[in-house]
């Protein structure tokens, strides 16, 4: 145990250790730097614009600053950094407006007073070229940063996940942890019943090893991933039918009506046992000598953050001189217990027909 605990923290720390040299090295990236500054900008929905047509103007005049120290011959000096710039830091929708705002000044002012504002082949070529190399400069920019989104959308996707996995494995050690101590506390209360009856060591020994069975069931279905998402009438029907399963019992059906709990890992647990106890206990004893029977949950809003749950059956029923809140059984004591961790009370609730069948309601809380 204490050799899987360390090599637990081993790989703990050689995760965290891994995770603080990606965040560094992504932190340290100039490039990932001019990405996340420029996210705020791509995404507003004009000042990219407006910032993308105020390159375009600090572009022309400092082209028309400098024409008189260049020589014929460099119409889009200015243009150039310019789209390059409002593709990278305001998007592609703005690089495309700088581009063609260059394309025409350039030839308007710098192109086109020279040739007597006319677009011959030597224009058009001048022209075409400019807007060739823009254009693939804009396109390959823009894939750069729909790249950089992606990549950091798994980036974001893979921590998520990662959290996830690791809550649930610090949920399923402390369940784990709990329902150890449960199943302790169960075979001490057992063991306080036994006596010296060898009869009574073997029904004891039999009941927790049903307990054992019940949980490890109910962990099953917590922690698979298929059931991680299931609504909570869906949920618990598939836990009354391995329940009906396990216990051999024929002709036995169960029926759920719930509406989606908010539920934790750690209520919902709580919940399944609860109900698990109480379904077992009706399989146990309602439908002795029975064909056939059915078993109905119910769970109704009860108020803010409340409910009520009633579980009942169509069995036999209890005897009509029968007090179960004077009962020092186990099971009973044992659904108690739940039920106050779930914030809330377990009670007998009366029947249409008060000799045939057994209900129990259970008002909780989710906090």
Known sequence: MNDGVARQRDSASAVGEGESVTQGSRGGSFFWSLVRAAQPLRRHPWLADAVGVAMFAVALVLRFAVDGELPPGF??????????????????????TCAVLSTFAAWFFFIGPANDMRLDGQTLLALGFF??????????????????????????????????????????????????????????LQKRKVG?????????????RSRLDTIARIHRQLYAPERL???????????????????????????????????????????SMLVAEI??????????????????????????????MTIADDGRGLPP??????????GW?????LAAQLGGKVELASRVEPSRGTAVRVQFALT
């Open 196 to 208: 010296q009856d060898a009869r009574q060591a073997i029904t004891a020994l039999d009941e927790a």
């Open 75 to 96: 119409p889009f000096l200015t243009f150039f950094p310019a789209v390059i710039l409002t593709t990278f830091f305001c998007g592609l929708r703005p690089g495309i």
């Open 279 to 308: 379904v077992t206990n009706s399989l146990k004893h309602a439908f002795v000598e029975a064909d056939s029977g059915t078993i109905l949950i119910t769970v109704l809003p009860a108020g803010p953050g409340r409910y009520e």
């Open 229 to 271: 998402d299931l609504p909570t009438d869906q949920y618990l029907r598939q836990l009354c039918c391995d329940l009906v399963t396990a216990s051999g019992t024929a002709g036995i059906t169960s029926t759920v009506d719930a509406p989606n709990l908010p539920l934790s890992v750690t209520q919902l647990t709580t919940l």
């Open 131 to 188: 807007v060739v190399i823009a254009a693939i400069d804009i396109t390959l920019i823009h894939f750069t940063f729909s790249a950089a989104d992606r990549l950091r959308t798994e980036k974001e996707t893979t921590a998520r996940l990662y959290e996830n996995q690791r809550t649930m494995f610090q949920e399923l050690q402390h369940r784990v942890a709990n329902n150890m101590q449960f199943v302790a506390a169960l075979l001490t």
């Open 333 to 337: 004591r044992i659904i108690q217990s």
């Open 321 to 330: 001189d029968a007090d179960l809140s004077r009962s020092d059984g186990l």
